[in-house]
C-alpha cells in the first residue's frame, strides 16, 4: 500500500529564482498556498490538490509539479511554481 502525501506547500517564484539562484525559494516566493489532496485524479492523470485558489496535478513520489491553475488560470510569463521543501 502506498501512501501519498495529503498535502504540500506550492511557492510561486519568479522563474529564474525557481531552481536556486543565489535565493531559497521561500525566501524568494511571491506567494504560496497549502494544497490538499482532493481525491481526485488531473488531467495530466496525476493526484490533485487544490487550496487557497491553487490547483494543482502534483506526482507525489518525485514531488513534480506537472499542471497547475492559480485563481483560475495558467501562471504568468516569468513565474513557476515549486514544492516547498
Request: aromatic letters at 4%; a negative charge; proline letters at 6%.
Amino acid at each position: 500500500m502506498t501512501t501519498e502525501p495529503q498535502r504540500f506547500t506550492i511557492l510561486l517564484v519568479p522563474e529564474h529564482l525557481a531552481d536556486g539562484g543565489g535565493t531559497a525559494p521561500e525566501e524568494a516566493a511571491v506567494r504560496a498556498a497549502v494544497v490538499e489532496a482532493t481525491g481526485e485524479t488531473g488531467e495530466t492523470g496525476y493526484p490533485r490538490y487544490a487550496g487557497e485558489g491553487v490547483v494543482a496535478d502534483i506526482d507525489p513520489q518525485t514531488r513534480a509539479i506537472e499542471g497547475v491553475l492559480v485563481d483560475g488560470s495558467e501562471l504568468d510569463y516569468g513565474i513557476a511554481a515549486v514544492i516547498a521543501s
